[in-house]
C-alpha cells in the first residue's frame, strides 16, 4: 500500500479510513495485532466511475487505490455497487454473528463515496434503496461529471475535483467531519401499448436512461403488470423533466454519441449546448415550437396533494417545459422553485424545498428567456405544485413523440398515434441518508439546525415577465446547462 511508505501523520490520519481486509474479504485471515477493536473512525468504500469526467476519472480511482486499501476501492466499469454491498454486508453480517466487535464497529460507522456523473451517483443511492440493509450506510458525492446536480446541492461543490493525494484526503477529511441528512426518493411508472406487430420495443433500448435500464420492465407477476402494455419502472432522486429542455438535452447527447471526440472539454460542452438550445427553438419558442407541443395540449396532468385524492393541475397554455424537483438544484446548480415567501405560504399552502418531507416541486418554463430569471436574485420558475404524485395521461393528439428527461438523462417518448393512452406517474418510493457539508444547500424538514432562508433572502414578486425582459439584453446562454455525463456502456 503506498501509503504505509508516506510520513506517520499522514499515515494516523489515513487509519481513520482503512478497514481491515477480514472485514472485506470473506474467510481471509485477521491481519495486524495493533488494530483498535473499536474499528476506523469512518471507514469507507469508494465507487469511482473511472469513464467518469475522460481522463479523471481514471486518475481518481488510482489515487484512492494508493491512499487507500485497493478492497475498499472498486472501479464501477469492473464491478457493480449492488454486488460489491451484498458481498460486503453479508461478511460483515457473519462476522457480527461470530462475535466480531471490529465488524459490528463498520457497519455502524461505514460511509460510501461515489465518485461519477449524477447518473453514476443515482446508481449507487438506488442500490442502497433497493438492498434494504441493516444498517443503510450515508453516500457523499464527488463532482465528477458535467451538471453535478447532487453533489452540489449538499454542498460538495460542482467543479471537477482534484486528483492528486492532498485534494483526496481532503475529501476524505470533508467525509469525516459532514453530517447525514436523509434524501425522498420517487418512483416513476411508464405504461404504453405494445406494438400490434413486432416483438421490438417502443423506445430502443439504450434510448432509455440508466434508472429506467435498472428496472427495466416488470415481470407478467408484478402487481404493476398489465396485458398488452410494456410498463417500464424506475426511480430518480433528482428530477423529471419533459418538453423543450428535454429536447435540447436529446440533441446534445445525439450529438455526443455521434461525436465523442468533440466532447471532452467542458467549455467546448456548454458552447455546444447553448447553440443547440438556440437551433432547437428554445429561446424562440413562440416562433419555433408549435402550440400543440406545449404541455398542456400534450397531457392531462393529475396531482396528489393530499394522500389519496386526486386533482386536476392546470397548466398555462404558455408553458413548454415542465420540472418535478426534488432537489434546490437543477442544470448545474440553479433552484427553479425558490423559497415562497409569507403571503404564498399562506395563500397558496407552499413550502420551502425540503429534500425529505415526501414532496415533489413542480415548476413550468415558456422558454429559455423565462429560465433567464434563475439567475437574478430570488428568480423562480412558474410554481404550479407540490405533490406527493404526479401523474401525466397522454392521449392521441397532434404531437407523436415529446422528450422526457431523468436526472440529466434525456430520451425520446413516443405518444399514442390511435386512441391509446402513455401514462407516466411518479410517486414517493422511500429514503436514503446522504452526507452533506456546511455549504448543503439542501434542506431538512426535521433538523432545526438545517439553515433556512430568512424574510429578507425570501422571493417576493411574480413579475417574472419583466425580469425576463431585463436579462434579455445580456445574452446569457445559460438557462438549462450542460445535462450530467453519464456513459451509458458503463451503467447498463
Sequence with gaps: NAAMASGPSDNNFLENFWIPCHVLVPESAVQGSRIDPDGPLCPVLVFVNSKSGGQLGGDLLKTYRALLSEKQVFDLGEEAPDKVLSRVYSNLENLRLKGDQIATKVMEKLRLIVAGGDGTAGWLLGVVCDLKLSHPPPIATVPLGTGNNLPFAFGWGKKNPGTDEQSVKSFLEQVMKAKEMKIDNWHILMRMRAPKQGACDPIPPLELPHS??????????????????????GGFWN????????????????????????????????????????????????????????????????????????????????????????????????????????????????????????????????????????????????????????????????????????????????????????????????????????????????DPSSPHHNDAEEDDSDDEESKADEFRKFGAAATFKIPDEVDLAHLS
Aim: net charge positive.
Design 239 to 446: 428530477y423529471f423533466s419533459m418538453g423543450m429542455d428535454a429536447q435540447v438535452s436529446y440533441a446534445f447527447h445525439s450529438e455526443r454519441k455521434l461525436h465523442p471526440e468533440k466532447f471532452k472539454n467542458q467549455l467546448v460542452n456548454q458552447s455546444t449546448y447553448a447553440k443547440l438550445g438556440c437551433t432547437q427553438g428554445w429561446f424562440f419558442a413562440p416562433l419555433f415550437h408549435p402550440p400543440a407541443r406545449n404541455i398542456a395540449h400534450l397531457a392531462k396532468v393529475k396531482v396528489m396533494k393530499t394522500h389519496g385524492h386526486w386533482e386536476d393541475l392546470h397548466i398555462p397554455a404558455s408553458i413548454r417545459s415542465i420540472v418535478c424537483l426534488n432537489l434546490p438544484s437543477f442544470s448545474g446548480g440553479l433552484n427553479p422553485w425558490g423559497t415562497p415567501n409569507k403571503n404564498k405560504r399562506r395563500d397558496r399552502g407552499l413550502t420551502p424545498p425540503y429534500v425529505d418531507d415526501g414532496l415533489l416541486e413542480v415548476v413550468g418554463f415558456r422558454d429559455a428567456w423565462h429560465g433567464l430569471v434563475l439567475l437574478a436574485p430570488n428568480g423562480h420558475g412558474t410554481r404550479l405544485a407540490q405533490a406527493h404524485r404526479i401523474r401525466f395521461e397522454f392521449h392521441k393528439g397532434a404531437a407523436d413523440h415529446t422528450f422526457m428527461r431523468i436526472d440529466g438523462e434525456p430520451w425520446k417518448q413516443p405518444l399514442p398515434i390511435d386512441d391509446d393512452t402513455v401514462l407516466v406517474e411518479i410517486s414517493h418510493h422511500g429514503q436514503v441518508n446522504m452526507l452533506a457539508t456546511r455549504e448543503s444547500k439542501s434542506r431538512s424538514v426535521n
Design 212 to 233: 429506467l435500464h435498472a428496472f427495466n420492465r416488470v415481470s407478467e407477476a408484478d402487481e404493476l403488470s398489465m396485458e398488452g402494455c410494456h410498463t417500464f419502472r
